[in-house]
């Protein structure tokens, strides 16, 4: 079965650009979740969506936007980037429902570069 | 507010000996979850082994174990007959339960190293 799937893998952007990242999650999981992870640093959360509602939002600027498609696949969009937004970007799905729900799958991450 | 600290930077272990991994926690919830995620160099981050609050017995998973003591707010991970594969960053998570909403909370990671 195929696992989380980030895309793309990498980018670089300049300042004042958008970004937008994407994620498909686990097949049958319709919770997905965004993370950012600072080098060095553990993962910080972004948003959670469940079935195409924002379901929890961390301490991130309004410049952070998301939304879950009917399929469960999420976007994660960053405006007016700034240097510190340079991270790995986790996405991460869960069941959302029933037994073991809340256990969050990671996909590899979106490096994402601000110059 | 939540928080998870892991005071151990960085250890190293020799190949097939056993090593502990430290993690606390601080919470006034009664019902959460607790994890262990290992994120090796190739950055993907693994679910290692989960643990109810709500369960007095210690979850193992293979030669994964944790030493959980809710009242000390305590959560360590233990790693035996550890492999080379085992090299990686090992992060403690924290998660209220909330049905269909939760975040995990992170500490700053542990990067083991298993040296041959």
């Known amino acids: 079965d195929a696992g989380v799937t980030q895309s793309p893998t990498h980018l670089i952007k300049t300042r004042g650009q958008h970004v937008t990242l994407r994620c498909s999650p686990i097949s049958g999981h319709k919770s997905v979740s965004w993370y950012q992870q600072v080098l060095g640093q553990g993962p910080q959360f972004i948003f959670q969506?469940?079935?195409?509602?924002?379901?929890g939002r961390g301490n991130f600027p309004d410049r952070f936007s998301a939304r879950q498609f009917p399929n469960y696949s999420s976007e994660l969009n960053v405006n007016a980037l700034l240097l510190g937004d340079s991270a790995l970007y986790l996405c991460?799905?869960?069941?959302?429902?029933?037994?073991?729900?809340?256990?969050?799958?990671f996909g590899p991450g979106t490096r994402l570069t601000v110059t | 507010a939540q928080t998870v600290t892991q005071s151990q930077p960085e250890m190293s272990v020799q190949e097939a000996e056993t090593v502990t991994l430290s993690c606390t926690y601080d919470t006034s919830e009664n019902n959460y979850y607790l994890f262990w995620y290992k994120q090796p160099p190739s950055r993907q981050m693994i679910l290692v082994i989960r643990q109810e609050a709500y369960k007095q017995q210690n979850a193992t998973e293979n030669r994964f174990s944790v030493n959980f003591q809710k009242a000390a707010k305590s959560f360590s991970l233990k790693i035996s007959d550890s492999q080379l594969g085992d090299t990686a960053m090992y992060f403690c998570?924290?998660?209220?339960?909330?049905?269909?909403?939760?975040?995990?909370?992170f500490g700053k990671g542990t990067k083991l190293s298993v040296k041959p």
């Open positions: 969506y469940y079935e195409k509602e924002e379901r």
């Open positions: 998570a924290f998660m209220k339960t909330l049905g269909s909403q939760g975040n995990l909370i």
């Open positions: 991460a799905s869960s069941l959302g429902t029933g037994l073991y729900s809340y256990e969050q799958y």
